[in-house]
Structure formats: C-alpha cells, structure tokens
C-alpha cells in the first residue's frame, strides 16, 4: 500500500473523485448481518479506511464505527462524523486499544485486503469479531463508461497494456482485476455478490452462477473528463510509470484525450456516466 500511504499521496483528489458506494451497499451489508438472530448494530470497524467513503456509509446503521488506516495522511482527509472515530492501526493487528477483543459486530475491508497479510488478518478479525459478527469485503476494478465503447476499450487499455500501466501496479492488483474469484475465504456462510455481467473484467470471464445477486452496482457516478483526469492521477500505477518514464509524464492526459475523440466528445465538462466491476463478499465470525 506504500503509493496510497506516502505522504505526497494527494488524499483530496482520492476523497473527491474516488467512486462513490450506493446506499444499497451498506444495506446489502447490514441485511446480510442482521439475518442471523442475536447479531447488533453496535460496533463496526473498517480497516484501511482511507478518507472515511465506508465509515461515511456504515454510519447510520452502527452506534459507533472505527476507522483503521496505516496512512495519517489519508485518515487526516475524512469528513468528521459524531459516531466515527479515526486511529492509526494495521488491519493485521494491533489496532487502536479502545476496541476489545469479542467485541465488533462487523468488520469491513474496501479496495484493500489484496495489501494485507491475510493468514494475520483473518486471525485477528476472528479474534475481534463477535461470535457469528459479519466480515464485509467490497473491491471494484477498473471502469466501464455505459454508451461509450471506445473510451472503455482506452481506459482498460491504460490500467492492463504492459506497455502503459499493466506491469506497475502495487501487489495485489490482479486479485482485484478477479475479484478475488480464487480466494479461499475461511469464514462460515460466505456470499459473494457480483456487479452486472456486463462489467466483467475481459481478465476474468465469471462462471453463469456467479453472475447474479446484487441488486445493482454498487458504486457508480458521473465524471466529466476534466475530474477523470484527476481521477486517474489517484492510481497507484501511475506513480510507477513516470518514475520509470520520466519523459512521459502526460499519459493519462493523452488517453482522456483519445477517449474524448473517440466517442465525439469534445467538451471537457460535460458530465460521463461511469460504472465499476465489483464484487461484495459475506461471511460470519466461524467461531463460537
């Protein structure tokens, strides 16, 4: 996670154009850990929480929720929330002193658990976790423009062409362009909800009955192509390649460009409906 956690990271672009979590994402989540009798909605803890975008939805549905990141720099961009506290801790432990062990009802992981040291991780989230409380991971990859071919074809072109950014992306990365489709995930009674087949990454083809079950996608949004641009300065990748082409520096620039082109549209304000491949994966607390 090193590109997200430097501190010359720019956290307000991430925060400003970083797609935004439908409210059918945290209800989805909630639905799924309520079902089981006895479960509340007391404590949640997000880890790598980054700007706050899950602790923002998991608010109003939890008495109090924890952020975790290793990043000051991301945690110092989230809004403030009155039920919401934001501390320094590694998602693989120990986290902040004030959460005991046996007491979090739902633990969620955005965009992120790929980074981690799973064996350690799942360890400590069994440990915090309530009997029977609920691990939440959501994780999306790249974008597709509804209407627009061309630029979606450019866009994947750009974060999977070896030649641009395909081989610099952080550890992990191809685990989200699968969705984490080969994951053993050692929790009870795990779901897994993909986003419409339509948006399925060209790097992985999901098996028909996997196809189905979220009621939509999950994160969607307008951007015009002057906020894409920024959007795109926020990849990881993106940092790898003009260190390792320091004469390039416009890429992502060229590409909204032939993207604009390419579909007939010229006006850099004008508003592009986006949607992202996502999967939301359930499960509960094994132990008893």
């Known amino acids: 996670m090193a590109s997200f956690?430097?501190?010359?990271?720019?956290?307000?672009?991430?925060?400003?154009?970083?797609?935004?979590?439908?409210?059918?994402?945290?209800?989805?989540?909630?639905d799924y850990h309520t079902q089981r009798p006895g479960n509340q909605l007391g404590l949640a803890v997000d880890l790598a929480a980054g700007t706050g975008q899950m602790c923002n939805a998991l608010s109003p549905h939890f008495d109090q929720v924890y952020g975790l990141d290793v990043s000051t720099t991301m945690l110092e961009a989230a809004a403030p929330l009155p039920n919401v506290v934001y501390a320094v801790s590694p998602a693989e432990g120990p986290w902040d002193a004030r959460i005991a062990p046996g007491s979090v009802d739902l633990v969620t992981i955005s965009q992120a658990v790929h980074y981690f040291?799973?064996?350690?991780?799942?360890?400590?989230?069994?440990?915090?976790?309530?009997?029977?409380?609920?691990?939440?991971?959501?994780?999306?990859?790249?974008?597709?423009?509804?209407?627009?071919?061309?630029?979606?074809?450019?866009?994947?072109?750009?974060?999977?062409?070896?030649?641009?950014?395909?081989?610099?992306?952080?550890?992990g990365r191809k685990d989200v362009d699968i969705l984490y489709g080969d994951w053993d995930i050692p929790f009870a009674n795990v779901q897994r909800l993909y986003s419409s087949a339509a948006l399925v990454s060209p790097a992985r083809a999901l098996p028909s009955s996997e196809q189905s079950g979220a009621p939509e996608t999950f994160i969607q949004r307008d951007l015009t192509p002057a906020q894409l641009e920024a959007?795109?300065?926020?990849?990881?990748a993106g940092k790898h390649y003009v260190a390792r082409n320091p004469g390039h520096t416009t890429l992502v620039e060229d590409?909204?460009?032939?993207?604009?082109?390419?579909?007939?549209?010229?006006?850099?304000d004008q508003p592009w409906a986006v949607e992202w491949n996502n999967v939301l994966i359930l499960g509960q607390n094994p132990s008893s």
């Open 231 to 236: 959007y795109l300065h926020t990849w990881s």
């Open 5 to 30: 956690s430097d501190e010359s990271f720019n956290a307000s672009n991430y925060l400003a154009f970083r797609p935004t979590y439908s409210p059918t994402l945290a209800q989805t989540i909630v």
């Open 117 to 171: 040291k799973r064996p350690d991780v799942w360890q400590q989230i069994r440990r915090m976790l309530k009997p029977g409380g609920t691990l939440a991971i959501f994780s999306y990859s790249f974008m597709s423009f509804p209407g627009k071919p061309q630029a979606t074809r450019l866009l994947w072109d750009l974060g999977l062409n070896p030649a641009k950014y395909g081989d610099l992306w952080d550890a």
């Open 255 to 268: 590409t909204v460009q032939q993207m604009m082109d390419g579909e007939g549209c010229p006006n850099r």
